[in-house]
């Protein structure tokens, strides 16, 4: 039987995405077998991400700086702005490198079932980020599923007042796909193919 403490660390390991308890069992084995260059690393790049990671005021990415290196990169394109469902989708997109506008991250998607409305995303801040001016086309890139065209349709309902352009990702993109596991060159694809919504 393993010390309470090792306990607790595989416990938690199992909590990541990807990991269940047996990966967890064995990444917290192999971590402490070898300290000085596994777990030591590792407890100090944490105590660091925790202390310095931040959300981005602008985008809602995170990032050790605000506005993040997105947002204050001045060969962007401030008139596009890209729309995802969450961090790893415009991590997704930053892969491809094809996309050279700027994102604004929602949190989510909108779900009656688990009681997700507009208010627990980020729709009010991309509202009056857009009501700002200076954004002429706003692509949504949110998933192929119910809930990311249920979102894709409420955001085009709500952002058609304020007088952009609204695109949404097209081909390449599958029924039931998620950005952030589809390759480079389909998301390169999906974004050149992009089709307005209203």
């Not at 990169?73 to 008139?79: L, Y």
């Not at 009656?112 to 949504?140: F, H, K, S, T, W």
Request: glycine fraction near 10%.
């Amino acid at each position: 039987m393993a010390a309470v403490e090792i306990e607790r660390l595989i416990r938690l390991l199992a909590r990541l995405p990807g990991l269940g308890p047996r990966s967890a069992r064995r990444a917290a084995l192999a971590m402490l077998k070898r300290p000085e260059v596994l777990l030591q690393p590792l407890v100090e790049t944490l105590a660091a991400c925790a202390e310095h990671v931040r959300r981005c005021s602008r985008c809602r990415n995170l990032d050790v700086r605000d506005p993040c290196g997105v947002c204050s990169d001045a060969e962007r394109d401030p008139k596009i702005l890209f729309v995802v469902e969450d961090v790893e989708d415009l991590w997704a997109m930053e892969r491809a490198g094809s996309f050279r506008g700027v994102y604004f991250v929602l949190g989510g998607t909108l779900s009656a079932l688990d009681r997700v409305g507009p208010d627990e995303l980020g729709v009010g801040a991309l509202l009056a980020r857009v009501a700002e001016g200076g954004v002429e086309e706003v692509i949504l890139g949110l998933g192929a599923t119910v809930e990311g065209q249920t979102t894709a349709h409420y955001l085009a309902e709500r952002l058609k007042p304020l007088g952009c352009r609204i695109t949404r990702l097209a081909q390449g993109v599958p029924v039931g796909g998620e950005l952030e596991y589809l390759d480079e060159g389909t998301l390169e694809a999906a974004l050149r193919a992009r089709q307005p919504i209203v």
